[in-house]
């Protein structure tokens, strides 16, 4: 059983709506690949909640229901600086101490680290934001440019909408990625960004005719895993040198060649070990390693975990045959099976 089902959103007066929506369309009505979660909203005390836009909210659920969760998260208020209620802390850490996760979206993480349970933990919030957490706190390792931060039973996401970020690694992190795709495809989102990407980028969109060659040696890149895809490849087809290629680069996506190439192939690799019954040779082979042993380095560098333990921990009833999963389309059905060959 996956370890959280029972999900909790602190609403404080005040409370952001954007975060609000955000959380509540992520857990209120999960794609068939997920579970049912028990969402609620709750605040300091049930019945009418002000928002940062002046529109109320009905909030039928108070702190009793917040300590209980499985996932209890921190919503953006427009007061942050000045602390919760102190029911509330303990209601934090109530949950905390009881085995919980607990999150925080953008300023959310001002009600984690008044109640403790930042520190000595690295942490981030919105950008704007970030120096006040930390003079406010020292004993908090502020990532001012993350997108999230995850240590554990504590994790903290940056501001607007990397809520969505957040939430899409949680889901990644406990049901696997193809739920986290699925839940992204429903909200036309990118199904993943990595939490150490900057939270601001200078070109997030094309500009000119160098971003638009960037667009297109990006997506050449995505339909050819299975290639080495080296720098200097990548600066030549965008007809860059690369130190320009990878200035533009950092400027459009916040993070490095090497980074994005990366986590590009290890999200297709786990999408392939969730979805399909392939050897993990042959999947390593299709994202573009050159063994089952690197993708398995890899992946216990970057996952924690081995490719077949991923593999059994995130098994899903939908499979594909090798000719389909080299063209990037699913087909078929029946339970993926561990790798016949037993490589990890």
């Known amino acids: 059983m996956p370890p959280f089902l029972n999900v909790a959103a602190y609403a404080p007066p005040r409370v952001g709506m954007l975060a609000v929506g955000l959380v509540s369309e992520v857990f209120s009505a999960p794609p068939a690949s997920l ?5 609620a909203l709750c605040s300091d005390r049930p019945g009418r909640v002000p928002t940062d836009l002046g529109v109320p909210l009905t909030v039928e659920h108070g702190l009793d229901r917040l300590a209980a969760a499985d996932l209890v998260l921190a919503l953006p208020w427009a007061d942050f600086r000045v602390p919760p209620p102190a029911p509330v802390l303990d209601a934090l850490r109530t949950a905390h101490a009881r085995g919980a996760l607990v999150g925080s979206h953008c300023v959310g993480a001002f009600a984690l680290a008044a109640a403790g ?42 501001g607007a909408a990397a809520g969505f970020d957040l939430c899409l690694h949680l889901l990644r992190r406990e049901y696997g990625a193809a739920a986290a795709n699925a839940v992204a495809r429903d909200l036309v989102l990118p199904p993943h960004r990595d939490g150490g990407q900057a939270q601001y980028v200078t070109a997030p969109v094309p500009e000119d005719c160098e971003d638009e060659r960037l667009s297109g040696v990006l997506a050449w890149a995505r339909a050819h895993l299975h290639e080495p895809l080296p720098v ?3 600066a030549r087809r965008a007809l860059m040198s690369r130190r320009s290629f990878a200035r533009r ?21 786990e999408e392939l070990l969730e979805t399909t019954d392939l050897p993990v040779e042959e999947i390593a082979r ?57 490589t990890p």
């Open 117 to 158: 349970l930042l520190d000595g933990l690295r942490a981030t919030t919105h950008w704007r934001f970030a120096d006040l957490l930390a003079n406010r706190h020292p004993s908090v390792t502020v990532e001012r440019d993350a997108l999230y931060v995850d240590e554990g039973r504590i994790i903290t996401g940056a």
């Open 286 to 342: 299709l994202v573009g390693y050159g063994s089952a042993a690197v993708l398995r380095e890899q992946f216990v560098r970057r996952r924690g975990v081995p490719p077949r333990t991923y593999r059994r921990t995130f098994t899903r009833t939908e499979t594909a045959g090798a000719g389909d999963v080299a063209q990037g389309v699913s087909s078929g059905s029946g339970r993926a099976r561990q790798d016949p060959e037993g």
């Open 249 to 269: 680069f950092a400027a459009a996506t916040g993070t490095t060649p090497h980074a994005w190439v990366l986590g590009l192939r290890l999200g297709r690799a």
């Open 35 to 39: 579970p049912r979660f028990d969402f």
């Open 232 to 234: 200097a490849e990548l």
